[in-house]
């Protein structure tokens, strides 16, 4: 089965940075769409950054300017650069694979992983 592995999760000041990770492995066919997404205490997950294979972006509005998503399509990852972190940004942050076997498309995610900015 596939498996999504994020890494680079840590704690920071505010206005630092940090740089996500995730992996896909296990039985592969093809990677539509990657992105990542997150998740604060009483709040929805939301999505951060979306990614096309072809290399085609989608900011969410507040974290535009600050945030670069990008991936590797042969060793199908995803990383994710924050820069100019706010306290606003900590939440538990996932990443998504969106999967093709040919016919039909799998949505999968990763267990997450902590990102906390300090004030």
């Known amino acids: 089965q596939v498996q999504l592995v994020e890494s680079g999760g840590g704690l920071v000041q505010a206005g630092g940075s940090l740089r996500l990770s995730c992996t896909a492995s296990g039985s592969i066919y093809f990677i539509s769409g990657m992105g990542w997404y997150r998740q604060a205490p009483g709040k929805q997950r939301e999505l951060v950054a979306t990614i096309t294979r072809d290399g085609s972006t989608n900011y969410a509005d507040s974290v535009e300017g600050r945030f670069t998503i990008s991936r590797d399509n042969v060793k199908n990852t995803v990383t994710l650069q924050m820069n100019s972190l706010k306290p606003e940004d900590t939440a538990v942050y996932y990443c998504?694979?969106?999967?093709?076997?040919?016919?039909?498309?799998?949505?999968?995610w990763g267990q997450g992983t902590q990102v906390t900015v300090s004030s």
């Open positions: 998504y694979a969106n999967l093709y076997y040919g016919t039909s498309n799998v949505p999968r």
